[in-house]
Structures are given as structure tokens and as C-alpha cells.
């Protein structure tokens, strides 16, 4: 059996995702509080499985190294946040970044700026106590549902029509936004009433 792409580290790794798991159930308490309502519909963390890490590095032209999978690459802790409201997504990103020992290394907004394909997320990539990267995916419950099932139809092989599916599938995306931002409307209208 060889080593660990991890070497010694992955017992201080699973440490960090507790950590970070224990912070996002502390934010989701707290807003939980002031808005009535949990804004996470779930919260899934994972750390990398060593098979996925090596493949990363192979198609990344990167030595299969200790080195390379926590300093070159910066997703072998990762979350995948998904919230109910678009304003959840951000502050939800707020609250992250303002922990004393949380420096932001990269930041895609993905929900302003989606991909050609429709794809919306928020990626945030943050260090935590200087030592490991985390990545971060937060997104609305329509990111997530659109992500998800592109992803099944993106892995079909020898698809005819394929400049029609990729058309449709921003389409989709496009409508979903719009949803976002209708359901994101009456929530505040909701709360404004309450206030």
C-alpha cells in the first residue's frame, strides 16, 4: 500500500473539518435566531478521498505529493453549502470570513457572473490558522438542484443536438435565477412586515 498523499496530516485535516463544521452549525444557531428560520438547507463537508487527489494531480500535470495536494491544489477540505435565499449565500460568506484566523485566498461569484452554462455558485477558497485550505461552494437550493442534474446529463456520452442542450440548460438556469430572486423578494417582503 503507498503512503498517503496526505502524509501525517490527515488526522489535523479531519480536525480543521470539525472545526469548520462546528462554526457553520454556530452561524446557522445565530441566524437562526434573528431571522426565524435556519437560511441553511444542509451543509456537507468532506475531505478529498486519496484516489480523487491523485487523479486531481495527474490531470494537473502535479506530482502525486503530500506538497502537492495541500499547498498546490486548495480543495482537499471542501463544503458545499447550500442555503434557501440568495442573501443567505452572502452572508453566510460574510460570517466566514470574518473569523480572526480565516484569510480569503480566492473568491468566484459565479451568482453575478454565472458561467456560459448557467452555472451559479458562490467558490471561496479560505486558509484556516495559516495552515490549510478550504473550499467553499455556497449556493441557493435552485443552484443546487440545477447543478446536480447537469451534472448527470453532462456525463452522457456522443449526445447529438449538443449546442440545443447547452442552450436549454442556461435556459433552466436563467429561469431559476429569476425564482431565486422572486422568492428572495417575498422573503423580505415577509420580514419587512414583521418589522
Not at 90 to 114: G, Q, S, W
Not at 155 to 175: F, G, M, P, T
Request: glycine fraction near 2%.
Amino acid at each position: 500500500m503507498s503512503e498517503s498523499i496526505y502524509g501525517a496530516h490527515l488526522p489535523e485535516m479531519i480536525e480543521i473539518q470539525q472545526e469548520m463544521e462546528a462554526r457553520v452549525e454556530s452561524i446557522r444557531r445565530e441566524l437562526a435566531g434573528k431571522l426565524g428560520m435556519d437560511p441553511v438547507e444542509h451543509c456537507l463537508s468532506r475531505i478529498k478521498s486519496e484516489e480523487s487527489m491523485r487523479e486531481k494531480c495527474r490531470r494537473n500535470d502535479l506530482p502525486e505529493t503530500t506538497e502537492s495536494a495541500l499547498e498546490v491544489l486548495h480543495d482537499a477540505i471542501g463544503f458545499r453549502i447550500v442555503c434557501a435565499f440568495v442573501d443567505d449565500v452572502y452572508t453566510i460568506r460574510d460570517r466566514l470570513t470574518a473569523f480572526a484566523d480565516c484569510k480569503v485566498v480566492t473568491e468566484k461569484d459565479y451568482i453575478r457572473h454565472a458561467k456560459p452554462n448557467g452555472y451559479r455558485s458562490y467558490h471561496m477558497i479560505l486558509r484556516i490558522r495559516e495552515t490549510y485550505y478550504v473550499e467553499f461552494q455556497l449556493r441557493t437550493i435552485s443552484m443546487d438542484t440545477w447543478a446536480a442534474l447537469e451534472h448527470h446529463l453532462k456525463y452522457k456520452k456522443h449526445v447529438a443536438n449538443e449546442s440545443l442542450i447547452v442552450q436549454e440548460l442556461k435556459r433552466c438556469a436563467d429561469e431559476l435565477a429569476s425564482t431565486d430572486i422572486s422568492m428572495q423578494t417575498i422573503r423580505d417582503l415577509i420580514l419587512q412586515d414583521e418589522v
